[in-house]
């Protein structure tokens, strides 16, 4: 079986998302407190090494000492104050894109169901492949660093969720295991792999697993 649809998210879904906003917007009371606390120490650090710096003394050389000491303290103050604006501007984009797929209410899934798989050997850290029989002439690939084998999958009978932005921008993304765990059939090696034409992930073909190094194809090298 292959099947893509939509559904509305489940409680524990949103539950995750809501979490998610709230750690986010801590995140955004604690980085003032950061700043204040990082500029303060670092201004009063160096406006120290300044003040007890032994120079020849006299009226002057306290008053540029005085000087030194107010522009260190405005140039730490602007340095924070900038990266506090540009940190405030990715957390309340995110506390945006979360609040909008809470709002949106949707997932799209994905359900793979089968008995036979055939999995392909990873090539520098591509991610894992495997290739699920979901129907009698239809084979499914599954690929990618989210599909690493675990102790149940690959399996049986599963679904890939995903929870995105309307624009596609990924928030969440899981798999949800149902049946058993599967052993591959036969794996195919790096080398044999490397000569033929991989689908992209949750792709499907018409075919026999047994038949795979055909329907993907050689290429000339």
């Known amino acids: 079986m292959f099947e893509r649809?939509?559904?509305?998210?489940?409680?524990?879904?949103?539950?995750?998302?809501?979490?998610?906003?709230?750690?986010?917007?801590?995140?955004?009371?604690?980085?003032?407190?950061?700043?204040?606390?990082?500029?303060?120490?670092l201004s009063a650090l160096s406006s120290?090494?300044?003040?007890?710096d032994k120079g020849k003394g006299g009226e002057i050389t306290r008053h540029q000492k005085?000087?030194?000491?107010?522009?260190?303290?405005c140039l730490f103050l602007l340095i924070g104050v900038w990266a506090l604006i540009s940190g405030r501007k990715d957390l309340s984009k995110t506390i945006a894109r979360l609040e909008e797929v809470l709002a949106r209410n949707r997932a799209a899934v994905t359900h793979i169901?089968?008995?036979?798989?055939?999995?392909?050997?990873e090539i520098e850290d591509e991610g894992a492949c495997n290739a699920f029989q979901v129907a009698e002439e239809k084979i499914a690939f599954v690929s990618?660093?989210?599909?690493?084998?675990?102790?149940k999958f690959p399996n049986s009978d599963f679904e890939i969720v995903d929870i995105s932005t309307t624009d596609g921008y990924p928030i969440e993304g899981v798999i949800e295991k149902r049946?058993?765990?599967?052993?591959?059939?036969?794996?195919?090696?790096?080398?044999?792999k490397e000569t033929?034409?991989?689908?992209?992930?949750?792709?499907?073909?018409?075919?026999?697993?047994?038949?795979?190094?055909?329907l993907l194809g050689a290429r000339e090298r």
């Open 66 to 73: 005085g000087w030194w000491v107010l522009g260190i303290f």
């Open 5 to 41: 649809f939509e559904r509305e998210l489940l409680p524990r879904e949103k539950r995750l998302l809501s979490q998610k906003i709230s750690y986010v917007h801590a995140r955004l009371r604690k980085n003032w407190i950061s700043m204040f606390v990082v500029c303060f120490g």
């Open 113 to 121: 169901a089968s008995d036979q798989m055939v999995e392909f050997e």
């Open 196 to 214: 033929l034409e991989m689908p992209e992930d949750r792709l499907v073909i018409d075919g026999k697993l047994e038949n795979l190094e055909e």
């Open 144 to 151: 990618g660093q989210e599909y690493y084998p675990s102790a």
């Open 48 to 52: 120290l090494a300044i003040l007890f």
């Open 179 to 192: 049946g058993k765990k599967l052993t591959p059939i036969r794996r195919i090696n790096a080398k044999v």
